[in-house]
């Protein structure tokens, strides 16, 4: 789609582009995402169980030496296949919900103003598309990660429905979409507001792209933490490496609260905060330059 310029809009892909267009860019962007830095995600779920344990360190260098010296480094990626498993189908949901909400939101001859508010309305339609099909494999992930898992992405999913139902892969649900629905809302604003004042010809830019990415990510991170910290307990609580009473009793958003409140006070809603925006700040950089990357090439093919 070429502005009055000549210059290519990379705003959204052309509305004649294809469907598996934005499927494959949002996959492509998803995978890239999420295994890049998976290590430093690893070591966040770490320090949140250790903390429902109410043992070991919430320090990022103490975890990383400790997993590696006593597990092998390859343990910093037990649990990756469930990631890339589940994160090309469910970014690939993501940004095509995106891109079509936001199509029928604003005209196309509104498509390089500023438009927070509906921008944020199709951030928060995609996460609640996406994030159905991504929960399950989210918590397998988690469960994985875990020092004692050694597991399959198979044999834990199994086990999570024998001994648990159906439900234990969407415990954590609700808390996800209350987590993830104001992290998209912002991500999206964040980026697009910052992309429209770094890049105001809306011309392809990698270093735009991937620094606008890098501030949504770091902020949105760190203000959904506490959230953060509440879902881990929802997917975490049945297994064994978590031996605490109140925490394997906390199936719903209000016991997980109380059991991390009653454990570590208010500042256990803050824990993993350092290795989440250092994951996130990264990885949703990557995000943004992988999609637009993939959108860039898809539309010169188009």
């Known amino acids: 789609m070429s502005s009055s310029s000549g210059e290519i809009d990379y705003e959204a892909l052309?509305?004649?582009?294809?469907?598996?267009?934005?499927?494959?860019?949002?996959?492509?962007?998803?995978?890239?995402?999420?295994?890049?830095l998976f290590p430093v995600d690893a070591i966040k779920t770490r320090i949140q169980c250790?903390?429902?344990?109410?043992?070991?360190?919430?320090?990022?260098?103490?975890q990383l030496s400790r997993i590696s010296a006593l597990e092998g480094s390859l343990a910093l990626w037990k649990g990756v296949q469930s990631v890339i498993l589940g994160a090309g189908p469910a970014h690939a949901v993501y940004f095509a919900t995106y891109e079509?909400?936001?199509?029928?939101?604003?005209?196309?001859?509104?498509?390089?103003?500023?438009?927070?508010?509906?921008?944020?309305?199709?951030?928060a339609t995609a996460t609640i598309m996406a994030d159905a099909l991504m929960n399950p494999f989210d918590t397998i992930k988690q469960r994985m990660q875990l020092k004692s898992s050694n597991l399959s992405v198979w044999d834990i999913s199994k086990s999570i429905y024998q001994k648990e139902g159906l439900k234990a892969f969407y415990y954590s649900y609700p808390t996800t979409l209350l987590m993830n629905i104001p992290f998209a809302a912002c991500n999206f604003t964040i980026y697009e507001s910052a992309t429209k004042y770094l890049n105001p010809s809306d011309t392809y830019?990698?270093?735009?792209?991937?620094?606008?990415?890098g501030i949504s990510g770091a902020a949105c991170a760190a203000l959904t933490t506490p959230l953060d910290c509440i879902k881990t307990v929802?997917?975490?609580?049945?297994?064994?490496?978590?031996?605490?009473?109140?925490?394997?009793?906390?199936?719903?958003?209000?016991?997980?609260c109380d059991a991390i409140y009653s454990?570590?006070?208010?500042?256990?809603?803050?824990?993993?905060?350092?290795?989440?925006?250092?994951?996130?700040?990264?990885?949703?950089?990557?995000?943004?330059t992988a999609y637009e990357c993939a959108k860039h090439f898809l539309v010169e093919i188009h």
């Open 14 to 36: 052309p509305s004649s582009s294809p469907l598996s267009h934005q499927l494959l860019a949002g996959a492509f962007a998803g995978i890239m995402e999420h295994s890049v």
């Open 100 to 123: 079509f909400t936001k199509s029928h939101l604003i005209r196309p001859e509104d498509i390089q103003t500023h438009q927070p508010f509906k921008t944020a309305i199709s951030g």
């Open 263 to 288: 454990t570590l006070g208010w500042k256990g809603f803050w824990r993993g905060l350092k290795p989440r925006v250092i994951a996130n700040m990264p990885a949703t950089a990557i995000s943004w």
């Open 205 to 213: 830019n990698p270093f735009v792209h991937c620094t606008a990415g």
């Open 50 to 62: 250790a903390t429902l344990n109410t043992a070991g360190s919430s320090s990022l260098l103490l």
């Open 234 to 256: 929802l997917q975490t609580r049945g297994s064994k490496d978590i031996s605490s009473d109140i925490m394997r009793r906390a199936d719903t958003f209000i016991k997980a």
